[in-house]
């Protein structure tokens, strides 16, 4: 086939950025797109000219001209379109976190088995240069084995506000340190202690911070601060530093490698995820949606990220509001919390 059938299930700021993306991909025909809204759902499509425009994914699903969906509605309603689409025959890749809770992921995972499409979960920091290079490097031997992470994830309390009101800094971003945790060390999670803080008394807390024990003894800490100064120059503050036995890897952040000064203060642009270089969206989100796509186009199943080390990571960021909410350490493996 020359082109893929697409569909995206859910068009807000990210499926936006899919679409961006896609519309670029030569081998991809945007077929449909879906989304409550009606009005701005059509604003969309025409802009991208994509035919056909949904407000019941059911509908886009019935489409036989769609072959893949990219699912990016908020992760409260991941459950139900994943395992539809899946059943209507289509292949999908499904925005992080994978789901709610584990429960929900395992039956996504019974679901994507039963079928022969392709499932993939969107951990976008996986096709980020930085921390591949650093996977390969550790996977190399250049550091020995890893004793230590420290990784931070910090956003504007202007940008966070809308957020919390529907997810916290434990799954809305430090899903992906946990991901990259558990791909760099090749360990379960024994054990995780987390404290969150709530400063403006929304839903969900302002900052939260959580220590993970690995199987073999490493330790792993994760900041998620949503409550940054307005005028913080990062719109983004994310960067790891892995110390292992024989060395250490320090990845920066992704808005270090630009900086802009004008009437309005420090601004540090992102240039690592999606930014627009040339009136198109480029980076780490266009590889991976690549990839995803190559990987249907010539029948091979995807294997930077797999469906059960998607369901590790909301293992372990289950654990973690669990922690946060009674105070206690939550063991992974005997499932029993303790003091």
Request: net charge neutral.
């Amino acid at each position: 086939m020359d082109k893929i059938g697409y569909g995206i299930i859910g068009v807000g700021f990210f499926g936006e950025k899919h679409i961006e993306v896609l519309s670029t991909l030569p081998n991809v025909k945007l077929v449909g797109i879906c989304r409550r809204s009606i009005e701005p759902l059509k604003q969309i499509a025409k802009k991208y000219n994509i035919p056909n425009v949904y407000t019941d994914y059911r509908e886009l699903l019935a489409n036989k001209e769609i072959e893949v969906v990219s699912i990016t509605t908020h992760v409260n309603d991941h459950l139900r379109p994943t395992t539809d689409a899946l059943k209507a025959g289509k292949h999908v890749f499904l925005e992080k976190p994978m789901a709610r809770n584990v429960s929900e992921c395992n039956e996504i995972i019974k679901t994507a088995q039963s079928t022969n499409k392709f499932f993939m979960v969107g951990h976008i920091c996986r096709f980020d240069p930085r921390y591949a290079v650093a996977k390969r490097n550790i996977d190399e031997g250049k550091i020995g084995r890893i004793v230590s992470i420290y990784a931070r994830r910090n956003i504007p309390a202007v940008v966070s506000e809308s957020v919390l009101e529907k997810i916290s800094p434990i799954s809305g971003d430090m899903v992906h340190d946990v991901d990259l945790m558990l791909w760099f060390t090749g360990e379960g999670i024994k054990s995780v202690y987390s404290a969150t803080l709530s400063v403006r008394n929304l839903p969900n807390p302002d900052i939260a911070w959580a220590l993970f024990k690995f199987e073999t003894g490493a330790i792993g800490v994760c900041e998620s601060v949503w409550f940054l100064p307005e005028k913080t120059p990062f719109d983004l503050d994310a960067r790891m530093e892995i110390i292992g036995e024989k060395g250490a890897i320090y990845i920066g952040g992704p808005g270090e490698t630009l900086a802009i000064n004008t009437d309005e203060g420090w601004k540090r642009p992102e240039t690592v995820y999606w930014p627009k270089v040339h009136g198109e969206r480029v980076g780490a989100l266009k590889e991976e949606l690549s990839y995803f796509v190559d990987c249907i186009m010539t029948n091979k199943k995807p294997a930077i990220i797999t469906p059960e080390e998607s369901r590790k990571a909301i293992e372990a960021i289950e654990a973690a509001e669990e922690s946060a909410k009674t105070g206690q350490t939550v063991m992974l493996l005997a499932k029993q919390p303790t003091k």
